[in-house]
């Protein structure tokens, strides 16, 4: 039956959800530990995904994933198969040691909320709303380098400095839009994607513990924002082996979205606002490349899924105003390649849909696997890669419906030849995904 | 339900912050982000010029009440200074001291008669001779004196002093000069000195002197004008001082160096080439200043039991081109050791770095800087700063020195 009371819901909720996870997000961003791989200093930033808890733990893909427990935000068509009112958050932590060819390294950690998401159906398991925050790219890389200054002729002492290259902020999206079963095997869906960021890359030289020295903060500050849509579908063919499995198949393509925004260039002796601005700021754009997802998912018996997926996006041809790391419109220089992602996962649930199994039986184990070939390298001449395994647990709790996950990932990424850097990380993700029924309706028996 | 929901995110925000403090950035990936741009440099400019300039020095400050029932100095000095010396590198200088004071609301002194009254000095500066003993003149000043904020170079109609009261003598050994002023000036000040309006028609003295053994300085807060009436002795404190300074002769300086003198008002302009060292776009973290001074010459040609007091603390203005002057802060002297010439005022104050800063970026309004003596002390203490000009140059190596260390944003 169409519910007038949850379009009406819809329409006076949905703008206020928006302006929410925008606020939550810019605020997150600013409270986060902030320190990455040096990768994420070229571009946009390192690029990141996180569809739902579930799919992070199996590889990150799940784009023919089909969940009444998950909202799966990398493709609305998905989005149709809702049956409770779910809001979801998520807290990141992420640790990399950056090695060199002599084998320095360093250990630098990130601490950040990273995904908000709401969801509720409009109709059972037919027409389902979402809305979601969730980082696009992150830019936080951290390089120190000390150093000391030639004695003071006219004083005599000696001044230590900190030289840092430092990378803050990054793009967000904010996701909106609806997903529709149009019969039982097909559902489609479309979102309206608003991005939207801050890339800072700040040089500091900094005389600690000097108080008569002015620290320098040299800042090039990057606001760009632009909107994009995606379009997906999925396929689902049931008892494909047995009487109680089916198949997914799920695609999505999200078109290519042109970022306007200004570059500032700032001075000052700290990060606060008490900057001054050199030069005159500049306008521009960038153009983000399409993102075309294509994957399947294999559900047997209500304990075992398995997905696969594959990603590409056309970085070859990108187009920026603005000189970023690893491309330089002037000289016509770009260190861009396409990018292409695989991933591979396996979650098994021993209860099934049995609720009343011992809880061991009812948490969910997933394992997965990725290769993430970058769009960006620093060397022509090498193409930078990641692989990583992925993990987690997906626990029950007193509330039906909602469910507490833990992600797991390692991976390395990049190389120590060619004066390059491999980044040896690890993540630790904690999701709670709360799942209530809302809009009843009483009934008198 | 409700405690479950906050214990699970508690336990994953203690979680994360937990792990988030296990950091240790390094220089690994420092080819990747620029290397070692970003490193500071220092210059060090010299000055592009040190003139000689004068400004009026207060010597003028009142006592006023204050809202506890005490009271306080408007300025800074609380010293009056009298006498005249014969310098022979500075000339002869000439101080009048002018002293009045509060009455006094006994009653019982008021009904009596005044039989006798002194006045208490107590000495604590001497610029001259610490060998022979300084002769000072009394006299009574006619009319009401404005001392608040007046200058040391303030002067006065001829009918404003009055007649000669009496002379004295200080020996420079003496820590407290009483001074009986005459029975005829006490029997013709009688009911003035009980008057309630005492304040008002009293105007007090001035202290001079004819010799040129010294100048010697008197403590305000210390010195009094002790009056006995009947069986009542009152002290009469000190509310109001100044002193005005007269350069009778004039200095005679060793070449190459510009003269900071206190009371005269003695000060030096300078500059420095920012615009044209060579900076090119660059974050100022810190500007000192450097001006060598010279206490052997400051000292030179003193007499055998002369005293020239150094002046160890100097005060830093911005000068604009529109006329405006704004202090920076003030320094002492440094690394001072006498008969030596390491002495140096070290200006180091963190204003700079943002006038500098102002400067590189196209600011013309500042057109340089000035160093005075400092207000704090009312003194006629004196000191030479190298001036560095190449023609008449004593030591190429003390000259004003700016060290400017900078970073470079391009």
């Given at each position: 039956m169409f519910s007038t009371e949850k379009i009406l819901f819809a329409v006076r909720f949905l703008p206020w959800m928006a302006c929410l996870a925008v606020l939550l997000g810019q605020s997150a961003h600013a409270q986060s530990t902030n320190d990455g791989s040096i990768y994420s200093s070229f571009g946009v930033g390192e690029l990141r995904t996180f569809p739902s808890a579930q799919i992070q733990a199996l590889g990150g893909g799940g784009t023919g994933m089909l969940s009444f427990n998950y909202l799966n935000s990398g493709n609305p068509a998905t989005w149709s198969d809702q049956v409770l009112t779910r809001f979801s958050a998520g807290m990141l932590f992420q640790g990399v040691e950056a090695t060199d060819a002599s084998n320095n390294s360093s250990t630098l950690t990130e601490g950040t909320l990273n995904t908000f998401q709401f969801s509720f159906p409009i109709l059972d398991r037919k027409l389902g709303v979402a809305l979601a925050y969730e980082p696009y790219s992150r830019m936080n890389y951290r390089v120190q380098l000390p150093g000391t200054l030639e004695?003071?002729?006219?004083?005599g002492d000696t001044n230590s400095f900190l030289l840092s290259n430092v990378g803050s902020g990054g793009l967000q999206r904010v996701i909106g839009g609806v997903g529709y079963r149009i019969n039982e095997n097909l559902s489609v869906g479309a979102s309206l994607n608003y991005v939207f960021g801050i890339l800072e890359n700040t040089r500091r030289t900094e005389f600690e513990g000097r108080r008569d020295i002015q620290d320098a903060h040299l800042a090039n500050t990057t606001r760009l924002s632009g909107l994009t849509g995606t379009v997906g579908a999925t396929l689902t063919i049931p008892t494909l082996v047995s009487d109680n499995d089916y198949l997914s198949i799920g695609a999505a393509l999200t078109l290519p979205a042109s970022l306007s925004g200004t570059r500032v260039r700032t001075l000052s002796a700290n990060d606060g606002v008490d900057r001054d601005t050199l030069g005159t700021p500049v306008d521009g754009s960038l153009t983000l490349p399409l993102r075309a997802q294509l994957g399947a998912a294999f559900m047997y018996d209500n304990r075992w899924t398995f997905v696969a997926d594959g990603l590409y996006e056309p970085w070859n041809g990108f187009d920026s105003d603005f000189a970023l790391g690893g491309y330089d419109p002037v000289e016509g220089t770009s260190g861009f390649n396409d990018r292409i992602r695989a991933s591979f996962g396996a979650e098994y649930l021993p209860a099934g849909n049995d609720m009343l199994r011992p809880f061991l039986a009812r948490v969910a184990y997933r394992l997965g696997f990725y290769y993430d070939q970058a769009y960006v390298t620093p060397n022509p001449d090498v193409s930078l890669s990641t692989i990583a395994l992925t993990g987690g647990f997906g626990l029950p709790t007193l509330i039906p419906g909602t469910r507490f996950d833990i992600g797991f990932e390692a991976g390395l990424r990049g190389t120590t030849d060619h004066d390059l850097i491999r980044d040896r990380f690890y993540r630790i993700s904690a999701s709670i995904n709360f799942g209530e029924r809302w809009f009843e309706q009483r009934r008198l028996r | 339900m409700r405690l479950n929901r906050i214990g699970l995110w508690a336990s994953s925000c203690l979680f994360l912050v937990t792990f988030a403090a296990c950091e240790n950035p390094g220089n690994v990936g420092e080819g990747l982000v620029g290397g070692l741009d970003g490193t500071p440099e220092t210059k060090v400019l010299q000055a592009s010029s040190v003139e000689p300039d004068t400004v009026r020095d207060v010597t003028g400050n009142v006592l006023v009440p204050t809202i506890g029932g005490g009271a306080r100095w408007l300025g800074n000095s609380t010293r009056v200074l009298a006498g005249r010396v014969a310098d022979p590198m500075l000339g002869t200088m000439a101080a009048k001291g002018y002293v009045d004071f509060a009455g006094s609301t006994s009653q019982a002194f008021r009904n009596g008669t005044v039989t006798a009254a002194e006045l208490h000095l107590v000495p604590n500066y001497t610029y001259g001779s610490v060998v022979t003993q300084a002769t000072f003149r009394l006299n009574e000043i006619r009319e009401e004196i404005d001392m608040t904020s007046a200058k040391a170079d303030t002067s006065f109609a001829e009918n404003v002093i009055g007649d000669f009261i009496t002379e004295f003598s200080i020996k420079p050994s003496d820590t407290l000069v009483v001074i009986p002023l005459p029975p005829a000036f006490i029997a013709a000040n009688d009911t003035t000195f009980r008057s309630e309006r005492f304040a008002t028609s009293f105007h007090g003295f001035q202290i001079s002197s004819t010799g040129t053994d010294a100048i010697r300085g008197f403590s305000a807060d210390s010195s009094m004008l002790r009056v006995v009436s009947g069986q009542d002795t009152v002290d009469f404190p000190v509310t109001k001082i100044l002193t005005t300074l007269t350069r009778e002769s004039e200095p005679t300086l060793p070449e190459g160096y510009v003269l900071i003198q206190d009371g005269f008002g003695e000060a030096a302009n300078f500059d420095f080439p920012f615009e044209q060292a060579g900076f090119g776009p660059s974050a100022i973290n810190r500007v000192v200043f450097a001006l060598p001074a010279d206490t052997v010459a400051t000292q030179a040609n003193a007499p055998a039991g002369f005293v020239r007091p150094l002046l160890r603390e100097v005060s830093l203005y911005t000068l604009s081109d529109d006329g405006d002057v704004a202090r920076l802060g003030y320094t002492s002297l440094i690394d001072f050791r006498l008969g030596t010439k390491d002495a140096r005022f070290i200006l180091d104050h963190e204003g700079l770095t943002d006038i500098v800063q102002s400067r590189l970026e196209g600011d013309d309004t500042l057109s340089g800087f000035r160093i005075t003596p400092d207000v704090e002390s009312n003194t006629i203490n004196p000191i030479l700063i190298y001036t560095g000009n190449s023609q008449t140059i004593p030591d190429p190596g003390k000259a004003p020195q700016a060290t400017v260390t900078f970073t470079p944003t391009e």
């Amino acid at each position: 039956m169409f519910s007038t009371e949850k379009i009406l819901f819809a329409v006076r909720f949905l703008p206020w959800m928006a302006c929410l996870a925008v606020l939550l997000g810019q605020s997150a961003h600013a409270q986060s530990t902030n320190d990455g791989s040096i990768y994420s200093s070229f571009g946009v930033g390192e690029l990141r995904t996180f569809p739902s808890a579930q799919i992070q733990a199996l590889g990150g893909g799940g784009t023919g994933m089909l969940s009444f427990n998950y909202l799966n935000s990398g493709n609305p068509a998905t989005w149709s198969d809702q049956v409770l009112t779910r809001f979801s958050a998520g807290m990141l932590f992420q640790g990399v040691e950056a090695t060199d060819a002599s084998n320095n390294s360093s250990t630098l950690t990130e601490g950040t909320l990273n995904t908000f998401q709401f969801s509720f159906p409009i109709l059972d398991r037919k027409l389902g709303v979402a809305l979601a925050y969730e980082p696009y790219s992150r830019m936080n890389y951290r390089v120190q380098l000390p150093g000391t200054l030639e004695p003071d002729p006219v004083l005599g002492d000696t001044n230590s400095f900190l030289l840092s290259n430092v990378g803050s902020g990054g793009l967000q999206r904010v996701i909106g839009g609806v997903g529709y079963r149009i019969n039982e095997n097909l559902s489609v869906g479309a979102s309206l994607n608003y991005v939207f960021g801050i890339l800072e890359n700040t040089r500091r030289t900094e005389f600690e513990g000097r108080r008569d020295i002015q620290d320098a903060h040299l800042a090039n500050t990057t606001r760009l924002s632009g909107l994009t849509g995606t379009v997906g579908a999925t396929l689902t063919i049931p008892t494909l082996v047995s009487d109680n499995d089916y198949l997914s198949i799920g695609a999505a393509l999200t078109l290519p979205a042109s970022l306007s925004g200004t570059r500032v260039r700032t001075l000052s002796a700290n990060d606060g606002v008490d900057r001054d601005t050199l030069g005159t700021p500049v306008d521009g754009s960038l153009t983000l490349p399409l993102r075309a997802q294509l994957g399947a998912a294999f559900m047997y018996d209500n304990r075992w899924t398995f997905v696969a997926d594959g990603l590409y996006e056309p970085w070859n041809g990108f187009d920026s105003d603005f000189a970023l790391g690893g491309y330089d419109p002037v000289e016509g220089t770009s260190g861009f390649n396409d990018r292409i992602r695989a991933s591979f996962g396996a979650e098994y649930l021993p209860a099934g849909n049995d609720m009343l199994r011992p809880f061991l039986a009812r948490v969910a184990y997933r394992l997965g696997f990725y290769y993430d070939q970058a769009y960006v390298t620093p060397n022509p001449d090498v193409s930078l890669s990641t692989i990583a395994l992925t993990g987690g647990f997906g626990l029950p709790t007193l509330i039906p419906g909602t469910r507490f996950d833990i992600g797991f990932e390692a991976g390395l990424r990049g190389t120590t030849d060619h004066d390059l850097i491999r980044d040896r990380f690890y993540r630790i993700s904690a999701s709670i995904n709360f799942g209530e029924r809302w809009f009843e309706q009483r009934r008198l028996r | 339900m409700r405690l479950n929901r906050i214990g699970l995110w508690a336990s994953s925000c203690l979680f994360l912050v937990t792990f988030a403090a296990c950091e240790n950035p390094g220089n690994v990936g420092e080819g990747l982000v620029g290397g070692l741009d970003g490193t500071p440099e220092t210059k060090v400019l010299q000055a592009s010029s040190v003139e000689p300039d004068t400004v009026r020095d207060v010597t003028g400050n009142v006592l006023v009440p204050t809202i506890g029932g005490g009271a306080r100095w408007l300025g800074n000095s609380t010293r009056v200074l009298a006498g005249r010396v014969a310098d022979p590198m500075l000339g002869t200088m000439a101080a009048k001291g002018y002293v009045d004071f509060a009455g006094s609301t006994s009653q019982a002194f008021r009904n009596g008669t005044v039989t006798a009254a002194e006045l208490h000095l107590v000495p604590n500066y001497t610029y001259g001779s610490v060998v022979t003993q300084a002769t000072f003149r009394l006299n009574e000043i006619r009319e009401e004196i404005d001392m608040t904020s007046a200058k040391a170079d303030t002067s006065f109609a001829e009918n404003v002093i009055g007649d000669f009261i009496t002379e004295f003598s200080i020996k420079p050994s003496d820590t407290l000069v009483v001074i009986p002023l005459p029975p005829a000036f006490i029997a013709a000040n009688d009911t003035t000195f009980r008057s309630e309006r005492f304040a008002t028609s009293f105007h007090g003295f001035q202290i001079s002197s004819t010799g040129t053994d010294a100048i010697r300085g008197f403590s305000a807060d210390s010195s009094m004008l002790r009056v006995v009436s009947g069986q009542d002795t009152v002290d009469f404190p000190v509310t109001k001082i100044l002193t005005t300074l007269t350069r009778e002769s004039e200095p005679t300086l060793p070449e190459g160096y510009v003269l900071i003198q206190d009371g005269f008002g003695e000060a030096a302009n300078f500059d420095f080439p920012f615009e044209q060292a060579g900076f090119g776009p660059s974050a100022i973290n810190r500007v000192v200043f450097a001006l060598p001074a010279d206490t052997v010459a400051t000292q030179a040609n003193a007499p055998a039991g002369f005293v020239r007091p150094l002046l160890r603390e100097v005060s830093l203005y911005t000068l604009s081109d529109d006329g405006d002057v704004a202090r920076l802060g003030y320094t002492s002297l440094i690394d001072f050791r006498l008969g030596t010439k390491d002495a140096r005022f070290i200006l180091d104050h963190e204003g700079l770095t943002d006038i500098v800063q102002s400067r590189l970026e196209g600011d013309d309004t500042l057109s340089g800087f000035r160093i005075t003596p400092d207000v704090e002390s009312n003194t006629i203490n004196p000191i030479l700063i190298y001036t560095g000009n190449s023609q008449t140059i004593p030591d190429p190596g003390k000259a004003p020195q700016a060290t400017v260390t900078f970073t470079p944003t391009e």
